[in-house]
């Protein structure tokens, strides 16, 4: 049973590796575009790939548990996978999201061109993804934490253009940074832990620690920092708003969706899996992080309520976002902990979605700035739509999701005992929280009333392959804060555990 | 007493008489005259160099059997037996590899001149190797500096007068200093014998007399044999000296005449002064730092020229630079790294001249630097001797150039204040070396841009066959010394425990 | 085991090299098959010595007194040996292809086979003398590989490498002549040699003479601030590049030092003092010096010479920590980086075979041209940048474990000058590979139509490096088992 979990990791991987292959004897034959024909049966080929390791991964996350170790990377430490909690979880709402954007992408990638590269590296950060979800312990987590930041660069560049290069380039170099950052703290833990297997509640050896305190602290300090990039923390932020205008809008969706998420999934192992969240407790790094956190929340939201090209304002978003997760997390405590993972899911989808709304936008009418979005509620009504209702999760209106993680979120942090921070956090959650409302409401407003002098234009809505994984993102993103108690229970539990 | 006891006697007469014999001879004569006889010396000092070897030790051999301080001495131990062979040896080389310079450089009625005075050279240097009394010596060294200079203007030309004068003054200074040390040292000890003062000087020095008057006679003997053997900064004579006479001549001069002063000196440190006061004074103290100066200035000279024949000879600056070093450690290793250096030397620096001429044959008689490119291969063997030489020169194992350089800095370890200035000159002079020489090395290789130019013509090996015989023994006796150090060293240490 | 073996693996490539330019070869295939025999058979000699470890000595020459020549296979040898054995004969394949386009073969196969056996002569050397004198006759055997291609830039940088080169040596040499004074033997003996009666309280000259000899050794590993000539001498052939200047002479350097450090002077007593200090911040300046120039560098086999000096300064790094683990760490990084590096090499110099280009930005569009090689090299750089999996990790990891246990604020930093060099190597290695593979949107490539991959020769010798590099990034379990047997006898 246990090495069924290579399966949703090398299906994809090894279907992504021959297109890349086949790519490569195309453009030997010369540079015309694939046919028409040759589209759809890539398509079909992409689709049950991706509908495929979705089953499979699901299969797995149902099953709940095995493990697997495979060769010795460096000795003593194999490349090992586990099922756990938060595996399970991540696993789950990566395949979820990543599969949901794919379909999307069947029709928005005419518009882009190079289809079959597109493809075939998304089918490749699929499969590392899931690797990185169910990943055991930190090494084999660092190591597909590289691959997915090696393999998830040629989506950003994918137009060619010297802008998406450049931006690809300050994507790797960012990421990188974070990562060599991660590797530094991975060595220390390395001294100073049992095992780097993932155990709830952290494998650090007391003795060790309380010994070399100073160094460990701040090795951990460097891996929030480093693995933050990925999840746009402050001061690694910057190639956020610099990667997603260029990148095409599905990579987009999934970048600021999913491998941000993949950032708060590391920063997660580290801290409750490793470390210890009592190791953190009270010391200088908590308050380092939890300061850097809300920065970021607030900046973020800041910077996009400023800025006029819509992608580049929900990067900003993301920027803002992704730090209320990080927040909970630094607060260390179960509640904010529950708060900060169901955040976690909801922006995830939240944010997919309104991606996915600009890639419409983009391709219907070629519209990137804000301030021409006027009017578009008369032309796309179910995609602005979709907008809305993601918009409001994401600002937290009730009874939509975002509400439910926030109010985890803010009572986290007045439980938790972290001095100012605890009536701070809530304070800047609320600010932030209209801003983003300030950010997302008038493209909506404007879009649905543009003003009396706005020349009516005919209904022409996203096409249906565009539209459908809009409205299911958009249904699974806003739903669960009308029945959230499955998840939460989940997700409680993995808390009890990690406490 | 055995008839090869007589031989170091005979074998100075025999060069002195042939001297003699030559003037009234044709050049070509004269030419075989010299060959005969410097292979019968070669030969003679071998036996003496083995008889003395089988018995170990030295003996004095007075002339006409007056005792002194009335009769004259020599005085045979190994080391000086092998040092004359070993002079006789590269002699032989360095003259029979220059013949074809010396057919064409020299005007037809003075080639009898030029055999003269190698003749006389070779006279003095043995006398200066053997004899057991200063004013002996004294006499030979200038009957050296005489016939040096002749040799060096022999190829008449400005720049050879001029050196020649050049090097007339600072060596007659030098033989001024020399003569006033023996003077002052006649005077404290009344004796001009080398074992009498020896006895004479240890009494004094007990006793705490003359401590000033000494201290005056030493220096002056090392200042006047430094600057006759060009230590720096008294080698502004040498680089014309050597750089613009003829090639046998240069050989001769760099490899063997500043080595006899030098060895001279060496006896009057230890047979004359002896060591101990030598080590209490302080001159040896400046010999060292002006041998390290010498090491690098030297060096830095060569850098900077541009005429290959000048380059070697700038390079011999650095070269007594060690050897003076060696002295000025002051200690018995210091000296015999010296000594083994003065072997070393002679063989690498008439190998780099001879094969200098090699390489400027074959480059239209240019030693502008530019001239030579490519030249390795047009004369093959030249180009590979003059790599052997210059990686001599660096330290490169298997060379004898390493040896010396290894047992300079053995000698150095453990050599309080010295030690570090030592080896760390040592260490920048073999830098310094390697970008001259191997600057040098790679011109050879360069292909050249001048084919077709007139006198840049190929040159084989059997084209000039003494010279390249001289070049491969040279380069022969190189890897002897460098790969069959243990015995010569041991025979060197030997040697100085026959001076005491 | 006969011992005498030792000499025959040195001395054979040696005589082979040095036949070459006497023998007439009735054509270039007879030339090749002669001299790729002769590198195999040496390399076979080579491993069935290393598998059959002789235990005695041989004594080759007797120069003076206790200087010899002799030859003696120990663990810290058999690894440097065995790494040459491997890499030489697919490098030489190599270089019959890459060398038609660049003439004077048979001088170059001369001089290129007769390294193999003084690098050869390095590893095996059993006393400091002997490896000494193997170590200047490298630098003097591989300068006319350096030159050789005759073009002014090529003598200049020839020049430069033999200054350093044989300047290196002579601070190398103040430590030989120390170790014969001061040493109970010349031989290299697991913890070094000093005779402490002797030194008595002379302590700080040894420390003195171990920091010029130090870096008189690592001047062949190019440790700033004498790291200059390495990118200089990328002119050579690239085989000459690949092979001898990220490989044979540069490890050489690193292995000297290595002797130097655990076998002579001893890693016990110089841990701790302030010569450690020195070197080791000599080590991690290099470290982040030399990927900075990398990075700013656009030539492309320069840019993987300046990458090579901050990798050698790894494996200085392992060395300077002084301590067993360090020295496994440094012997890892020493195997790793050169299969890495070497296939680098080899990519670029085929690049540069098929089509003349030297520069980055010239690259545009070639991954879909060269797809082999560039995967290769796209592989040799994630393996470079530590990416786990591959074997750059494996080393990067062991010499980290080693900092760690070491546990002093100077290792830290290196951990973490380790760090920002990977950071600046993703970035000088994935802009190429970027561009290759992404040449942006209007590339137009049909100005690259006559670009294709080379023939077997080359792509047999990049493919093994390729499955070496995979090979020891997932199983190299027994592979740093060795090492740390080795490396646990000081």
Known sequence: MNSWILLPVCLPVIVGACLLISLAFDRRKDASGPSEEELKRLHILVFFTLIATTVFTLALVWAGKGSLALFEIVKGIPVYFQIDGAGRLFAAIFCIAWTAVGIYAFTYMPHEGKEKQFFAFYLIVFGVLIALAFSGNLVTMYLFYELMTVTSAPLVLHNGSREAIMASLKYLFYSMCGAYLGLFALFFLYQNCDTLTFTAGGTLNPELAAQNGTILLIAVFAALIGFGAKAGMFPLHAWLPTAHPVAPSPASAVLSGVIAKAGVLAVLRVVYYVAGADFLRGSWVQTAWMTLTLLTVFMGSLLAFREPVFKKRLAYSTVSQVSYILFGLSLLSPTAFEGAMLHTVFHMFIKCTLFLVAGVFIVKCNKTRVDELDGIGKQMPGTLWCFTFASLALIGIPPTSGFISKWYLAQGALEANVGVFGWLGPVILLVSALLTAGYLLPVTMKGFFPGKDYPSVPKDDAPKGMLYPVLFLTAIAVLPGVIPNPLIGFISRIADLVF | ?500 | ?490
């Open chain 2, 1 to 500: 007493m055995q008839f090869v006891q007589n031989l170091p006697f005979i074998s100075i007469i025999v060069s002195l008489f042939s001297g003699s014999l030559s003037s009234i001879m044709g050049g070509k004569k004269a030419k075989r005259l010299n060959l005969a006889m410097m292979s019968l010396v070669a030969a003679m000092s071998l036996m003496v160099f083995l008889f003395v070897l089988g018995t170990g030790e030295s003996y004095v051999y007075m002339m006409g059997h007056f005792p002194a301080p009335w009769g004259n001495e020599i005085r045979i131990g190994v080391l000086e037996a092998g040092m004359a062979l070993f002079f006789c040896v590269v002699m032989l080389l360095c003259v029979i590899g220059g013949y074809q310079e010396q057919a064409a450089e020299i005007e037809d009625e003075k080639k009898n001149l030029y055999y003269i005075m190698i003749n006389l050279l070779l006279c003095s240097l043995l006398a200066l190797i053997y004899t057991n009394d200063l004013f002996t010596a004294y006499v030979f060294v200038e009957i050296n500096t005489i016939s040096a200079c002749g040799l060096i203007m022999i190829k008449q030309n400005g720049r050879t007068i001029e050196a020649a004068t050049r090097y007339m003054i600072m060596s007659l200074l030098g033989s001024g200093m020399l003569l006033l040390g023996i003077c002052y040292l006649y005077d404290v000890t009344g004796h001009l014998l080398m074992s009498n003062i020896k006895e004479q000087v240890e009494i004094i020095h007990r006793t705490g007399q003359y401590r000033v008057p000494l201290l005056v006679a030493v220096g002056l003997m090392s200042v006047g044999l430094a600057i006759k053997s060009a230590l720096f900064p008294f080698h502004a004579w040498l680089p014309d000296a050597y750089g613009y006479s003829t090639v046998s001549s240069a050989a001769i001069l760099s490899s063997l005449v500043s080595k006899g002063y030098i060895f001279l000196l060496i006896k009057i440190f230890y047979r004359v002064i002896g060591f101990d006061v030598i080590q209490d004074s302080k001159v040896v103290n400046i010999l060292f730092i002006f041998g390290i100066l010498g090491m690098i200035m030297g060096s830095i000279s060569a850098i900077r020229e541009n005429n290959i024949r000048r380059m070697v000879a700038y390079s011999s600056v650095a070269q007594i630079g060690y050897i003076y070093m060696g002295f000025g450690l002051a200690t018995e290793a210091g000296i015999m790294a010296s000594i083994f250096h003065v072997l070393s030397h002679a063989a690498t620096k008439s190998l780099l001249f001879l094969s200098a001429s090699g390489i400027t044959d074959s480059s239209n008689d240019s030693t502008d630097f530019f001239d030579l490119t490519g030249a390795g291969y047009r004369n093959k063997l030249a180009g590979i001797a003059f790599t052997v030489g210059s990686l001599s020169m660096v330290g490169f194992p298997a060379l004898s150039g390493f040896i010396s350089k290894l047992l300079f800095a053995q000698a150095a370890i453990g050599d309080g204040w010295k030690m570090f200035p030592a080896l760390i000159a040592l260490a920048v002079s073999t830098v310094l070396n390697a970008v001259y020489f191997m600057k040098t090395v790679i011109r050879l290789y360069t292909p050249e841009r001048t084919a077709g130019r007139e006198g840049f013509r190929e040159i084989h090996m059997t084209e000039n066959r003494t010279k390249s015989a001289a070049m491969l023994c040279l380069v022969a006796l190189n890897l002897i010394l460098g790969l069959g150090s243990a015995p010569i060293v041991r025979m060197i240490e030997q040697g100085l425990g026959m001076f005491a």
């Open chain 3, 1 to 490: 085991m006969n011992a005498a073996i030792l000499a025959v693996v040195v001395l054979l490539p040696v005589l082979a090299g040095a036949l070459i330019p006497f023998i007439p070869f009735k054509n270039r295939l007879w030339m090749m098959v002669y001299i790729e025999a002769a590198v195999l058979l040496v390399t076979i000699l080579m491993f069935v010595t290393l598998f059959n470890q002789p235990q005695e000595e041989f004594v080759l020459f007797r120069f003076a007194g206790n200087l010899s020549l002799s030859f003696k296979l120990d663990g810290l040898g058999s690894v440097f040996a065995g790494l040459v054995a491997f890499l030489w004969p697919l490098a030489t394949l190599y270089s019959f292809e890459y060398m038609k386009h660049e003439g004077h073969e048979k001088y170059f196969f001369m001089f290129y086979t007769m390294t193999y056996g003084i690098t050869l002569g390095i590893a095996l050397a059993e006393d400091i003398v002997t490896m000494y004198c193997f170590y200047e006759a490298l630098s003097i055997v591989t300068l006319p590989l350096v030159i050789h291609t005759l073009t002014r830039e090529a003598i200049l940088a020839g020049r430069t490498y033999v200054y350093y080169m044989l300047g290196g040596a002579a601070f190398g040499f103040i430590g030989l002549a120390f170790v014969l004074i001061y040493g109970t033997t010349s031989n290299f003996v697991p913890g070094g040699v000093l005779d402490f009666a002797k030194i008595g309280d002379h302590r700080n000259m040894i420390l003195f003479t171990y920091v010029m000899c130090f870096f008189g050794f690592s001047i062949k590993t190019a440790i700033w601030p004498f790291c200059s000539w390495l990118p200089k001498a990328g002119v050579a052939p690239t085989p000459v590049t690949a092979l001898l200047h990220a490989v044979a002479v540069v490890k050489a350097g690193a292995f000297a030092a290595m002797r130097v450090t655990y076998y002579s002077f001893g890693a016990d007593f110089l841990r701790g003092t302030w010569a450690q200090g020195v070197v080791m911040a000599a080590v991690i300046i290099t470290i982040v010096y030399g990927c900075s120039r990398a990075v700013k560098e656009t030539h492309m086999k320069r840019r993987l010479a300046w990458s090579t000096v901050s990798n050698l300064s790894y494996v200085l790094f392992g060395v300077v920590l002084m301590s067993p683990l360090g020295l496994a760490g440094a012997m890892s990084h020493m195997v790793f980086h050169a299969f890495i590096k070497i296939s680098a090499f080899f990519c670029v110099g085929a690049v540069i075979y098929k089509t003349g280009r030297e520069y980055v930005h010239q690259l545009n569009g070639f991954g879909y041209r060269m797809p082999k090689v560039f995967v290769v090299f796209t592989i040799s750089g994630l393996a470079l940048m530590g990416v786990p999996g591959l074997a750059g990790f494996v080393s990067k990891w062991n010499l980290v474990k080693a900092a760690l246990d070491a546990g002093t604020g100077a290792a830290y930093l290196g951990i973490a000058a380790l760090l920002v060099s990977a950071l600046l190597t993703a970035i000088y290695m994935m802009t190429i590979v970027v561009r290759a593979f992404f040449p942006g949107k209007d590339f137009d490539f049909s100005t690259i139509s006559d670009v294709e991959d080379p023939n077997w020769m080359m792509i047999l010798p990049l493919t093994v490096f390729t499955i070496a590099i995979i090979y020891f990034g997932v199983c190299s379990g027994w592979f740093t088992d060795m090492l740390e047997q080795i490396s646990s006898v000081m």
